[in-house]
């Protein structure tokens, strides 16, 4: 069989090698996120990790991602390991602490989950999502009180994040289904929301206006709900 020169072989190597870098940098890991791709989340945020020199702030954003992508697809024992190497890097990451939360909660580690989720809270006290996750985790126990107690925080909050509309959301629903028709105080950002045609959470983040029966058992969709879960470099 006839063989290329070496020469041939060094150029056709070097003409792959920008392709493989893009597909190996900390923006194509979030822009994977964005496809609902659980294993591409994966795949492409693990060639990210293998690049060289990335900074500390890329790594602990990707391994971040990777384990959303692992909790995603219930590999929770995998996402549980993404998070803590993330929170290595960067200890003040809410959405780490609160994601390997919830990978315990899938675990019915409760304990765990729940101490996750307050050093979420004691990282960013209006990180809505982790109130919600609290009141998943006191329902999962059979402690209807406390869990209305955590999702009327989680409505009572101001922040604008997909997550945290998101998890307002959904904790107006808890409350609903479990017989609380107690309404958010801050009536003023329900309005703002509302002013926000093209934002599609906007017109969820309130108390459902039908009177169909719903579904009265927590949610079991780990790491799920909008694209403001994952994580993205800083410009």
């Known amino acids: 069989m ?22 190996q940098t900390v923006e194509d890991c979030y822009q994977a996120t964005l496809k609902d791709d659980d294993l591409a989340i994966i795949r492409v945020c693990s060639a990210a990790l293998e690049k060289s020199g990335l900074s500390k702030e890329d790594r602990s954003i990707a391994l971040s991602n990777r384990g959303l992508g692992h909790l995603r697809n219930k590999e929770f024992d995998k996402s549980i390991i993404d998070f803590s190497d993330a929170l290595l890097i960067n ?16 675990k019915k580690n409760y304990d765990r989950a729940l ?5 979420a809270l004691r990282v960013d006290s209006g990180f809505t999502a982790a109130y919600y996750n609290r009141g998943q985790a006191f329902e999962n126990q059979g402690n209807a009180e406390a869990a209305r107690a955590e999702y009327r925080k989680a409505v009572a909050t101001s922040g604008t994040r997909e997550i945290d509309k998101w998890a307002r959301n959904l904790s107006q629903q808890r409350l609903t289904a479990l017989g609380d028709n107690q309404r958010p105080q801050n009536d003023r950002r329900d309005n703002r929301e509302k002013e926000q045609p093209d934002n599609r959470q906007s017109d969820r983040d309130t108390t459902p206006r039908d009177t169909t029966p719903r579904d009265t058992t927590p949610r079991n969709e780990p790491g799920r709900g909008n694209d403001g879960n994952f994580i993205r470099r800083r410009n």
Request: hydrophobic letters at 50%.
């Open 2 to 23: 006839r063989r290329l020169p070496i020469a041939a072989l060094l150029i056709a190597a070097v003409a792959v090698l920008p392709q493989t870098a893009r597909a």
């Open 91 to 106: 200890p003040k990451n809410p959405y780490s602490f609160n994601f390997r939360g919830d990978a315990w909660l899938q």
């Open 115 to 119: 101490a996750d989720f307050e050093e």
